[in-house]
């Protein structure tokens, strides 16, 4: 499962990355695996999305989430 496929409010896990190229940028604001992360608020229009991880609240383009894998808790 992807990270924009999630609904607010929901909880999950990082498990890895789809592109090589967002992964250390993603990194670097502390999305790393293992980390849990909770969808706090999705734009009207869908994009784009606020999530807490590490402990901050974080905004993504949709098309950043999309290239986080996560499980569901």
Known sequence: MRLSELKMG???????????????????????PGEEVVVEQIAPLGDPISIKVAGY????????????NVESI
């Not at 498990?15 to 502390?30: V, W, Y």
């Open 10 to 32: 929901q909880r999950a896990l990082i498990t890895s990355f789809h592109s090589s190229e967002l992964e250390l940028k993603l990194m670097e604001m502390g999305c790393l």
């Open 57 to 68: 609240s974080l905004s993504l383009r949709k098309n950043e989430a999309s290239e986080i």
